[in-house]
């Protein structure tokens, strides 16, 4: 089990065993929980549809690849030089470590056929609730890779409610500040993006607040915020 904690946020991370390989996942972003094994019950649940009885994670990994299934969004893509596309990334190590007083993990995967590593930090910002990730990807082959999407996090929230709406700017020019309020159903897609190269808010603002819950005010409310 690994953790970072603020005084009122955490996240809490668990490797499990899955689909022959070790994975990382997210199983509780958002409120603090001080008992962590409450936290790790409430992420699994008994799969009754299931003919094999298998416990199955209500969560998917941490960064999205196509092995059997651990993320179906996929947060990275490649396609390597003989032409496949199944990335299967396995946990080869995982380090807890503070840095300037910010709590850092890290995460190192290898691709279990290919000569392609990853390396992924979420970083907890002293004195904050602001939590950070980062990507990194080394290809220690001789052959090119093509990365075809390169996302810093790919995750199914756990748990962390059952009614959402979605907060966004109109990034409009003169109404950069205005924001939109809508209602997130079950199964809908949402894409906020900006194709403005390096200028990535210009116009075009892909920062995002997830309401959690009841509609949230101006001083109360759960609310995540996300800025690329």
């Given at each position: 089990?690994?953790?970072?904690?603020?005084?009122?946020?955490?996240?809490?991370?668990?490797?499990?065993?899955?689909?022959g390989?070790?994975?990382?996942?997210?199983?509780?972003?958002?409120a603090?929980?001080?008992?962590?094994?409450?936290?790790?019950?409430?992420?699994?649940?008994?799969?009754?549809?299931?003919?094999?009885?298998?416990?199955?994670?209500?969560?998917?990994?941490?960064?999205?690849?196509?092995?059997?299934?651990?993320?179906r969004?996929?947060?990275?893509?490649?396609?390597?030089?003989?032409?496949?596309?199944?990335?299967?990334?396995?946990?080869?190590?995982?380090?807890?470590?503070?840095?300037?007083?910010?709590?850092?993990?890290?995460?190192?995967?290898?691709?279990?056929?290919?000569?392609?590593?990853?390396?992924?930090?979420?970083?907890?910002?002293?004195?904050?609730?602001?939590?950070?990730?980062?990507?990194?990807?080394?290809?220690?082959?001789?052959?090119?890779?093509?990365?075809?999407?390169?996302?810093?996090?790919?995750?199914?929230?756990?748990?962390?409610?059952?009614?959402?709406?979605?907060?966004?700017?109109?990034?409009?020019?003169?109404?950069?500040?205005?924001?939109?309020?809508?209602?997130i159903?079950?199964?809908?897609?949402?894409?906020?993006?900006?194709?403005?190269?390096?200028?990535?808010?210009?116009?075009?603002?892909?920062?995002?607040?997830?309401?959690?819950?009841?509609?949230?005010?101006e001083?109360?409310?759960?609310?995540?915020?996300?800025?690329?």
């Amino acid at each position: 089990v690994y953790r970072l904690v603020s005084g009122k946020s955490m996240m809490l991370f668990e490797t499990a065993e899955a689909a022959g390989a070790p994975r990382l996942f997210l199983r509780q972003f958002g409120a603090r929980v001080e008992d962590a094994q409450s936290a790790l019950r409430l992420a699994w649940n008994r799969e009754s549809s299931s003919s094999l009885g298998m416990e199955a994670p209500l969560a998917y990994s941490v960064l999205g690849d196509s092995a059997g299934n651990l993320n179906r969004f996929g947060g990275l893509a490649v396609e390597f030089a003989d032409g496949c596309r199944t990335l299967d990334l396995a946990v080869t190590g995982v380090e807890n470590r503070s840095t300037g007083g910010n709590q850092e993990l890290v995460v190192s995967y290898a691709d279990r056929h290919y000569p392609l590593q990853v390396v992924q930090t979420f970083r907890l910002r002293k004195g904050s609730e602001v939590f950070e990730t980062s990507v990194t990807i080394r290809n220690t082959g001789r052959d090119a890779v093509r990365l075809r999407t390169m996302d810093s996090l790919a995750v199914f929230l756990p748990l962390v409610g059952d009614r959402f709406r979605l907060q966004s700017a109109a990034a409009q020019w003169a109404s950069e500040g205005q924001l939109g309020t809508s209602e997130i159903v079950r199964g809908q897609t949402v894409s906020i993006g900006s194709r403005s190269g390096v200028r990535d808010a210009w116009m075009n603002n892909p920062s995002f607040m997830l309401e959690i819950g009841a509609p949230a005010t101006e001083t109360d409310g759960e609310v995540i915020g996300v800025a690329p």
